[in-house]
Every structure is written in C-alpha cells, then in structure tokens.
C-alpha cells in the first residue's frame, strides 16, 4: 500500500444501514422520514452518480451535521428543562448525521477523512501540504458508527412491553440481516445464528430498559436535582444531621402580584400531620392509599360553591357572576412531573391556566398538584377569604377512648421527647394562655434563647434525640428545628397545628410586582389552627369484614370556627443568610431561564406554533435546495462496476509528479521517507523561493484536494515546471 492509500476500514452490508433507520422510524412515529432517509442511503448501492468532494467537501458536512446537532439540542434546551434536554435530542441523532453518512455514500472515496473530526489535524493536514509532504491519508468508513448512533436512538423510544417486544423482533431482523451478507452460504448455519440473533435481541431489550430507566431516574430529579419530583408522602428534614445547610440558587418560580398589592409573606407547597423520627409524612387515616386523599379542586369549589377551575380568563365569570375577587396572583415555573406541587397563599378561590394541564387536585391537608400539565406553567390564582377551601379543618377518629396517632394533636412516639414537650408546656405556662398568648410567648421564648444557624452541629445521642438537643442544651438550628419544635410544642398545649414547607418570598426581579422564589428560599413553617372549637360527632361507615358488609359508628373529633395561620418563629435573620444578592453568574443564569420559560409559553399559544413551524419548515426546504443546487454543479458519474466497487483513490497525477523521473535523473533518487517539494528545496536551491511557493500551492490544489485549475493557473502551472525542468538541465550542464 502506497503513501496515499487509506487503511482498512470495515463497510456495512447493504440494506443493513436502510433496514435500521426504518426500525427508527416506526418506533419513533417517523416512518415517513425514516423512508426518504433509507433511500437515500441504500440508492448508493444502485445509482451512479458520485461526488468528489475532497477535505473541503468532507468538512462542509461535518459542520452541517454539528449545526443541526446544535440547534436541535438549542431547541430542546428552550422547551425542557433540567438535564432531560440533555437526552431529548438523542431520538433525533439519525437524521442530525444523515448529512455526513449520505457524503460518504454518495463520494468517489466512499470513506471519510479522519482529519474531517478535528479543526487541528485539518490545519496541520493543510500546511503540511503546502509545504510538498504527500502525508498518507487516513480514513474511516461511518456505517457502523451511524449503526449504532440509530440503535441508541431507537433504544430510548422503546418504552413499554409492546415497544419492547417490537425492538426484540426488530434486533433479530437486523441481525439477521448482518449475518446473512457477512458469510458466505456454505458458511451459514441455522443453529448458531438463531441462538446469536436470540442472544443479540435480548441483550438488546436490557440495554433499552436501562437506558429508559436511566432516562426516568434523570427526569424525575434524581441528577442535578433537576425539578418535577412527585408529591412526597414523606418529608427527610435535615435535622440530626451534621454539616452545612446548602441549597440551590436556582429559581423555582416567579411569583407576579397585582400593582399596588403586596406578595404574601410566604407559599406553601406541602403540608405534613406525623412526626417521626426527624421526619415528617402526610397522612390521611381515612385513606391508606395516598393518591385517594387528593380530590378535584372543581369539586371542591362546588361543593362550596364560592368558585370555579377555569382553563380560559377570557370572559371570566364565578357563579355566573361577574367576579368581585381581588385581582389574581400570577405564577409560573417549569415543570417535569405529571403531578407537580403548586406553591399558592392561603385559601386560593380559583385558578385559571394559560397552557395545557388536565385538572388541579388538592388534599385536605392543602398540598395542591397540577395534574399532566405541559412544561412550563402560568397559573392565575384569585385569593379568597375563606380558609377551608385550602385546608379542611382539624378532625381526628377515636377509638374508644384512644386517639389514632396521626392526627393533628399527636406527639412523637419517642416518650422523652413526649415528655420534654410537655414539661415546656409547663414551665413556658402555655397550658394557661389563650392561643394568642400561647403564640406570643412561643415567639418570645425562640427569638431570646436561641439562634439560627445553617451549620447543622446537632446529632442525635443516647437516649437524647436531635430535636432533644435543639429544645436543651444546642438551643440554634435552622428552620426545620424551628417549625417541628413550634408545631410540636402548640400540639402539646393543645393547638391543632402541622408542618409546612413552601418559599419565602422576599426578592424582587426586575419587574414590576414579580418576585423570584429560589431554592434558597425554601422554608418551613407551623400551621396552626386558632380560634377553634371541637366537638364530638359520629356517623357511620360500611366497612367489609371477612367477606361480609357491616356498618361501624364512628366517633370524631371536629374543630370548627376557627382559621389555619402561619405561625413562622425562626428568627428572622434566616433570609438574610441563605438569600445573599445574586452575582453576575447568577444574573445572567437568571436571565437565560426567563427567556427560556417565557419563549415556551410563546411557543404554547396556538398562532405562535404554527408561524414557528412554518419558518422551520422553510429555513429546512431553503438548506436543501442549496445543498442540491450546489451538489449538482459538481456531480460526476461513474460506471456500475465502479458504484460497487471498494474505495477509489480521488487523486491525480499533477505535471510535477510527472517531472519526477528526469529530475531524479540529474539529482539523484528521492527518498522515499522525504517530501516532493522538501527534497526539492535541499537538492535545487538554485530555484526561487517565490517560485517555490507558488508551484507547489498549484500542485497541492490538482494533486490533493481534485481542484480543477482555471485556464491561467494551468498556463502559470505548466510554465513554472517548465521552468523547474530548465533550472535542473542547467546543473546537468555544468
């Protein structure tokens, strides 16, 4: 093999390429795309039409193929969030690289430079030309690698056991496609492809489960701490443990009021009634599957009838009525999950919904989710004034005479930390006071004896628990030890209260009456219910024992007349050091995420879709027109035999290379290891420099990159080797 020949590289059989983006296609929902796409790869084996496309040519495709990789992953980054924009775009890398493969197929090389990949090499690769080196040209054939580029695509739509199977019977095919055309027939036995065909679909099946696994693990939160996480059931609070307190500068949401009314203090987004352990849960005793505890704020505001779930502003009316609400909350963030916890102020009367979402579900305790909702949402919420549309009032079942533990008075489980609350009671005179007084000397008794801090030195010890150590003998921590110990201490005094975590809201953006509400913002809080009265009711309940229906009388015990209140007594230094001003990184990350979010709520409204669609559609018809208008113009055709034949050196023989054997003559033999041009510049110095320069500029252009000379270059050309050849008879003569 000569300097010029590329190495071995290994081709694809036919149909093999074609096969597989049609797989692509019909698990992707893009047959059609998939067709044009496998015809045009598989008309190389039939059609004769070639291109010499050189370095120059090689490159072009490249670059077009890292643009449209670009701005497919561009486009995904404005309509997801988190690091799934990252995995977005993997189902579209077959047709992203389509430009590079069909350049292969379609070139005289029928391989690709390796120095197309690397804007160094292609550099290096050019000067060394220029300077007369015929360096060996190195080349690799793509099939495989776009064979497997689609394989991964193909993979990553493949969810659920009818794709699964789809995929199983699909790998077989192709498989047995690879097999049929790399042996021969006598070489071809039933046996071992079927167990390796079986072998290649099931391994095939496992990779696409765990790479869709590993696409749901992503979405769900489980990387970056990227957003959409399911409404929990349990909330894992830092207490006990040690180390900094550190949370995400990233903005959760924006929060816009109405001009001239000022933001609620703080939104919840999750509300918790059992404390265990350092760990607070939602629990509903008269629903042990969660997901039934929730119910359609529709519904709810029916049954009520004070209001309404609007998907449309636009000619808005409650109960028929023109509304007399306070002008709406706006709120809007992005959003992952099918079920997606809204933060809202209290007693929210109505929201209303820009973009597309299915319903809203609320549950007694006031969690509020947004059910199916698309990736970004805008919400309208018109505050109200009753209370019990966000949070039913307390109520607990009895037993006989024993209350069930997860109810709004119960205490921990821990009997000392039980007994440590109850003795606080007494020493602190709640047991005396009223709620208001209760509250008061609460607040009193935190901000004087103790202090906030987000370094987390407090850990649990024998027989003394976290919290334990917060109430004696630590007496600082952050607002989890704050609100669980507010919380727990009303409950002992016999305020009905729960847990409440949500934002603060504290920082104005740019905007007039919109705020930021940021991980570092987060908080926690004690909701508590003031003003109550309880009395015992009962009613009965079917319930089914041993296969036969029976009605049970149940007791409980209801609060009414009283209001849910935030009751927030962490000292109130806590904003001031979790929620610094945020630098110039920081602004500018801001920045990007507005425009990302606001741009996909653009993009929502139906008008603006269509005129978005419409221009992609003519930026794509525009770039290929050029693309045929300009392969068109260089278009050659070779025979049938050459269309199938392996890879064809592009490169001629230039006038010099044709010099060659009389200079050797007169100068003596070219070493093989040295350059034309090198070997030239040692052994004929006689010969201008500029002349040098320009000879073998012309001889790069027709010997390597298959330029066609004008008229006057050839002239200039044949005249400067004319020249070379004078010069060298010069020495013979001497």
Same mark, same amino acid.
């Given at each position: 093999?000569?300097?010029?020949?590329?190495?071995?590289?290994?081709?694809?059989?036919?149909?093999?390429?074609?096969?597989?983006?049609?797989?692509?296609?019909?698990?992707?929902?893009?047959?059609?795309?998939?067709?044009?796409?496998?015809?045009?790869?598989?008309?190389?084996?039939?059609?004769?039409?070639?291109?010499?496309?050189?370095?120059?040519?090689?490159?072009?495709?490249?670059?077009?193929?890292?643009?449209?990789?670009?701005?497919?992953?561009?486009?995904?980054?404005?309509?997801?969030?988190?690091?799934?924009?990252?995995?977005?775009?993997?189902?579209?890398?077959?047709?992203?690289?389509?430009?590079?493969?069909?350049?292969?197929?379609?070139?005289?090389?029928?391989?690709?430079?390796?120095?197309?990949?690397?804007?160094?090499?292609?550099?290096?690769?050019?000067?060394?030309?220029?300077?007369?080196?015929?360096?060996?040209?190195?080349?690799?054939?793509?099939?495989?690698?776009?064979?497997?580029?689609?394989?991964?695509?193909?993979?990553?739509?493949?969810?659920?056991?009818?794709?699964?199977?789809?995929?199983?019977?699909?790998?077989?095919?192709?498989?047995?496609?690879?097999?049929?055309?790399?042996?021969?027939?006598?070489?071809?036995?039933?046996?071992?492809?079927?167990?390796?065909?079986?072998?290649?679909?099931?391994?095939?099946?496992?990779?696409?489960?765990?790479?869709?696994?590993?696409?749901?693990?992503?979405?769900?939160?489980?990387?970056?701490?990227?957003?959409?996480?399911?409404?929990?059931?349990?909330?894992?609070?830092?207490?006990?443990?040690?180390?900094?307190?550190?949370?995400?500068?990233?903005?959760?949401?924006?929060?816009?009021?109405?001009?001239?009314?000022?933001?609620?203090?703080?939104?919840?987004?999750?509300?918790?009634?059992?404390?265990?352990?350092?760990?607070?849960?939602?629990?509903?005793?008269?629903?042990?599957?969660?997901?039934?505890?929730?119910?359609?704020?529709?519904?709810?505001?029916?049954?009520?009838?004070?209001?309404?779930?609007?998907?449309?502003?636009?000619?808005?009316?409650?109960? &028929?009525?023109?509304?007399?609400?306070? =002008?709406?909350? %706006? *709120? $809007? +963030?992005?959003?992952?999950?099918?079920?997606?916890? #809204?933060?809202?102020?209290?007693?929210?009367?109505?929201?209303?919904?820009?973009?597309?979402?299915?319903?809203?579900?609320?549950?007694?305790?006031?969690?509020?989710?947004?059910?199916?909702?698309?990736?970004?949402?805008?919400?309208?919420?018109?505050?109200?004034?009753? &209370?019990?549309?966000?949070?039913?009032? =307390?109520?607990? %079942? *009895? $037993? +006989?005479?024993?209350?069930?533990?997860?109810?709004? #008075?119960?205490?921990?489980?821990?009997?000392?930390?039980?007994?440590?609350?109850?003795?606080?009671?007494?020493?602190?005179?709640?047991?005396?006071?009223?709620?208001?007084?209760?509250?008061?000397?609460?607040?009193?008794?935190?901000?004087?004896?103790?202090?906030?801090?987000?370094?987390?030195?407090?850990?649990?010890?024998?027989? %003394?628990?976290?919290?334990?150590?917060?109430?004696?003998?630590?007496?600082?921590?952050?607002?989890?030890?704050?609100?669980?110990?507010?919380?727990?201490?009303?409950?002992?005094?016999?305020?009905?209260?729960?847990?409440?975590?949500?934002?603060?809201?504290?920082?104005?953006?740019?905007?007039?009456?919109?705020?930021?509400?940021?991980?570092?913002?987060?908080?926690?809080?004690?909701?508590?219910?003031?003003?109550?009265?309880?009395?015992?009711?009962?009613?009965?309940?079917?319930?089914?024992?041993?296969?036969?229906?029976?009605?049970?009388?149940?007791?409980?015990?209801?609060?009414?007349?009283?209001?849910?209140?935030?009751?927030?007594?962490?000292?109130?230094?806590?904003?001031?050091?979790?929620?610094?001003?945020?630098?110039?990184?920081?602004?500018?990350?801001?920045?990007?995420?507005?425009?990302?979010?606001?741009?996909?709520?653009?993009?929502?409204?139906?008008?603006?879709?269509?005129?978005?669609?419409?221009?992609?559609?003519?930026?794509?018809?525009?770039?290929?027109?050029?693309?045929?208008?300009?392969?068109?113009?260089?278009?050659?055709?070779?025979?049938?035999?050459?269309?199938?034949?392996?890879?064809?050196?592009?490169?001629?023989?230039?006038?010099?290379?044709?010099?060659?054997?009389?200079?050797?003559?007169?100068?003596?033999?070219?070493?093989?290891?040295?350059?034309?041009?090198?070997?030239?510049?040692?052994?004929?110095?006689?010969?201008?420099?500029?002349?040098?320069?320009?000879?073998?500029?012309?001889?790069?252009?027709?010997?390597?990159?298959?330029?066609?000379?004008?008229?006057?270059?050839?002239?200039?050309?044949?005249?400067?080797?004319?020249?070379?050849?004078?010069?060298?008879?010069?020495?013979?003569?001497?």
């Amino acid at each position: 093999m000569n300097a010029y020949e590329p190495s071995h590289f290994p081709a694809p059989p036919r149909l093999l390429l074609g096969v597989t983006l049609l797989v692509w296609g019909a698990l992707t929902n893009h047959a059609l795309l998939a067709f044009g796409g496998a015809l045009l790869i598989e008309g190389a084996h039939w059609l004769n039409w070639r291109w010499r496309f050189g370095l120059r040519g090689y490159s072009r495709a490249w670059i077009l193929s890292l643009t449209a990789l670009a701005g497919t992953v561009g486009f995904h980054s404005l309509n997801l969030t988190g690091p799934t924009a990252i995995l977005a775009f993997i189902e579209w890398l077959p047709f992203i690289f389509l430009p590079l493969i069909l350049a292969q197929q379609y070139g005289a090389a029928r391989a690709v430079p390796t120095s197309v990949f690397s804007i160094i090499a292609r550099q290096r690769l050019k000067r060394e030309r220029r300077l007369g080196k015929d360096l060996p040209d190195s080349r690799i054939h793509l099939g495989y690698p776009y064979f497997a580029i689609t394989l991964l695509a193909t993979a990553f739509t493949a969810d659920g056991l009818k794709q699964q199977w789809q995929y199983f019977v699909c790998m077989i095919l192709l498989a047995g496609i690879a097999f049929y055309y790399a042996n021969r027939r006598k070489q071809r036995r039933i046996l071992p492809w079927l167990i390796m065909t079986t072998l290649i679909g099931l391994s095939s099946m496992a990779s696409s489960r765990g790479l869709l696994t590993l696409y749901d693990w992503i979405k769900k939160g489980g990387f970056l701490s990227s957003q959409g996480q399911e409404a929990p059931i349990e909330q894992n609070t830092a207490i006990g443990k040690l180390g900094e307190l550190k949370l995400s500068r990233r903005i959760k949401w924006r929060l816009s009021v109405p001009s001239g009314q000022k933001p609620p203090q703080r939104v919840m987004t999750y509300a918790y009634n059992h404390y265990r352990s350092g760990k607070w849960q939602s629990f509903d005793p008269d629903f042990a599957d969660y997901e039934r505890s929730f119910s359609d704020l529709l519904t709810i505001a029916d049954k009520k009838d004070i209001g309404e779930f609007a998907f449309d502003t636009d000619g808005f009316q409650v109960n &028929d009525q023109p509304s007399t609400l306070r =002008p709406p909350i %706006r *709120l $809007r +963030g992005a959003v992952t999950s099918n079920r997606k916890a #809204l933060p809202s102020p209290p007693a929210p009367v109505l929201f209303a919904q820009a973009t597309e979402i299915d319903s809203i579900e609320q549950s007694q305790l006031g969690t509020i989710l947004a059910i199916n909702a698309d990736n970004v949402l805008d919400i309208e919420i018109w505050p109200g004034n009753d &209370d019990s549309l966000r949070e039913a009032p =307390p109520t607990q %079942r *009895l $037993r +006989g005479t024993q209350l069930l533990e997860t109810t709004s #008075l119960a205490l921990p489980s821990n009997s000392r930390e039980t007994n440590l609350l109850k003795n606080l009671v007494t020493e602190l005179a709640l047991d005396q006071k009223s709620d208001r007084e209760k509250i008061k000397a609460l607040r009193s008794y935190f901000q004087t004896e103790f202090a906030y801090t987000t370094h987390l030195k407090i850990t649990a010890r024998p027989n %003394r628990s976290a919290l334990t150590e917060f109430l004696t003998s630590a007496r600082e921590g952050h607002c989890e030890y704050f609100a669980t110990a507010t919380t727990l201490l009303l409950r002992a005094s016999g305020i009905p209260a729960r847990y409440a975590v949500g934002y603060a809201v504290r920082e104005r953006a740019n905007n007039a009456g919109e705020y930021y509400l940021r991980g570092t913002h987060a908080h926690s809080w004690c909701r508590a219910y003031l003003g109550g009265r309880k009395e015992i009711v009962e009613e009965e309940q079917i319930v089914v024992q041993s296969g036969r229906e029976r009605t049970v009388t149940i007791q409980r015990e209801v609060w009414t007349g009283g209001t849910w209140t935030d009751i927030d007594l962490t000292p109130a230094t806590w904003i001031n050091l979790d929620s610094p001003d945020p630098n110039w990184q920081e602004k500018l990350g801001d920045s990007l995420q507005r425009f990302r979010e606001d741009f996909q709520l653009w993009r929502a409204n139906e008008k603006n879709r269509d005129w978005v669609n419409l221009v992609l559609i003519f930026v794509a018809v525009a770039l290929v027109i050029f693309v045929v208008w300009r392969l068109s113009r260089s278009r050659i055709q070779q025979g049938a035999d050459a269309v199938h034949s392996s890879y064809q050196p592009s490169r001629t023989l230039s006038d010099l290379n044709a010099l060659l054997p009389q200079l050797e003559k007169t100068l003596g033999t070219k070493p093989a290891h040295e350059s034309l041009t090198r070997w030239l510049q040692r052994v004929l110095p006689e010969f201008p420099m500029q002349s040098y320069q320009r000879l073998f500029i012309l001889h790069e252009n027709q010997r390597f990159n298959s330029y066609t000379l004008s008229e006057s270059e050839e002239k200039e050309f044949e005249t400067l080797v004319h020249t070379l050849g004078q010069t060298c008879a010069q020495r013979k003569d001497q």
